[in-house]
């Protein structure tokens, strides 16, 4: 499910341009993976459940969010968007019977109290799953979120490697999600918003694809937003096509 807004014009924060796809990959019938892009706020759901159940459970996500966001006209902070995924989490038990789930990553734009009369910009991140939100800042690619799941729980004790990651037998087992377990809460962080950046959310189709390394070098390359988007997919399918890949990024451009 999509669901998007093109006008630029509408955003109250910083002058930004963004691009937005995603595929179904090589290996699935269903694409499994939805999004939003609506004026400050930009996120990536994954389904899981089986056949149509992931859908569901992503769709309800970000409808979820992104009705969030509306009510609240884009004044919130972490205890609002953390309101909204419990709202999603409850309407995904409720019609999938706890069935189902999703991961879900992404970033809002919010003001920052500055004590001064100049606005100062933030992105505040929020994840829960092994989707992922990354910033290219002076061509350097930082990951803001850290994966619930199995596999990053073995790297960060020293079992394995991150490159070890993509080939490992449990790289698709997930410790948080929506709709399902009894662990939903989203890690949260902030960064600050500077013209330059490129802030970057995908599901693991394409982080299970291409390494952070291959990532940041398409980033690097100079197109624009929707053309990296659809380089993006495109080298994701190259590499394997394994999973529904999708992938929202944000340019944040010097206002007029």
Not at 10 to 32: C, F, I, K, M, T
């Amino acid at each position: 499910m999509t669901l998007s807004d093109d006008s630029t014009e509408a955003l109250q924060g910083p002058y930004v341009d963004y691009g937005y796809g995603s595929h179904v990959g090589l290996r699935r019938e269903l694409n499994e993976d939805s999004y939003v892009v609506t004026d400050g706020l930009f996120a990536v759901a994954d389904g899981m459940g089986g056949h149509e159940a992931g859908e569901v459970a992503s769709s309800l996500a970000v409808q979820a969010l992104a009705e969030g966001w509306e009510r609240a006209r884009g004044e919130v902070s972490e205890s609002e968007i953390q309101e909204f995924l419990d709202e999603a989490d409850r309407r995904i038990r409720q019609a999938t019977d706890s069935k189902a789930g999703t991961t879900l990553s992404g970033a809002a734009v919010v003001e920052a109290p500055t004590g001064g009369s100049s606005s100062q910009w933030q992105w505040l991140v929020f994840n829960i799953g092994d989707s992922r939100t990354y910033l290219l800042n002076d061509g350097a690619l930082i990951r803001l979120t850290r994966d619930h799941s199995q596999v990053q729980d073995l790297v960060d004790s020293g079992m394995i490697t991150a490159e070890e990651m993509h080939s490992h037998p449990q790289r698709n087992v997930i410790t948080r999600a929506l709709g399902a377990g009894d662990v939903w809460g989203a890690d949260f962080s902030t960064a600050t918003v500077t013209p330059g950046q490129r802030l970057l959310i995908c599901s693991d189709g394409l982080t299970g694809e291409l390494t952070d390394q291959q990532i940041a070098a398409i980033l690097n390359a100079d197109h624009s937003a929707q053309e990296t988007v659809d380089w993006l997919i495109h080298r994701s399918l190259r590499s394997g096509g394994r999973d529904n890949v999708t992938v929202v990024l944000v340019d944040v451009k010097e206002g007029n």
